[in-house]
Nanobody, 126 residues
Framework: QVQLVESGGGLVQAGGSLRLSCTVSGFRFTRYAMAWFRQAPGKEREFVAVTSQRTGSIIYRDSVKGRFTISRDNAKNTVILQMNDLKPEDTAVYYC???????????????????WGQGTQVTVSS
C-alpha cells in the first residue's frame, strides 16, 4: 500500500522556520523524484521544490529560492523541506508528491506525479 505521510506543519511568525518531513512506504523511494507543492486558500496548487531520483537535480520556485531547502534521505525513505525566513504568503497546505517517470521539463507540473500525501498546514502570521 502506497503511503506518503507529511508532518512538521504548524503556526509560526513571519521570519521563523519550519521543517516538513514526508516519509513514504509501499514503493521504491530511490526510483522516484520527490517534490513539494502547496495550495493556499482560494488558489491553485503550485510547485515549490523537487529533488530528482537519479541526477541529484534540485529545482525551486523562484519565490522560495534562498529560503527553502529540499533534501532526501534514501535510507529513511524521507524527503525534507526546510523552510526559513517564512513569510505570510507561504501560508498554505503543503503536499509531498512522488513521480517515477517525471522528467526535468515536467517537474513543476502536478501531472508528472503518481502519488500524493494528505497535506500538512503551514500558517505564517505577520
Amino acid at each position: 500500500q502506497v503511503q506518503l505521510v507529511e508532518s512538521g506543519g504548524g503556526l509560526v511568525q513571519a521570519g521563523g522556520s519550519l521543517r516538513l518531513s514526508c516519509t513514504v512506504s509501499g514503493f521504491r523511494f530511490t526510483r522516484y523524484a520527490m517534490a513539494w507543492f502547496r495550495q493556499a486558500p482560494g488558489k491553485e496548487r503550485e510547485f515549490v521544490a523537487v529533488t530528482s531520483q537519479r541526477t541529484g537535480s534540485i529545482i525551486y520556485r523562484d519565490s522560495v529560492k534562498g529560503r527553502f531547502t529540499i533534501s532526501r534521505d534514501n535510507a529513511k525513505n524521507t524527503v525534507i523541506l526546510q523552510m526559513n525566513d517564512l513569510k505570510p504568503e507561504d501560508t498554505a497546505v503543503y503536499y509531498c508528491a512522488a513521480g517515477e517517470r517525471v522528467i526535468v521539463s515536467q517537474m513543476r507540473s502536478q501531472s508528472g506525479y503518481d502519488h500524493w500525501g494528505q497535506g500538512t498546514q503551514v500558517t505564517v502570521s505577520s
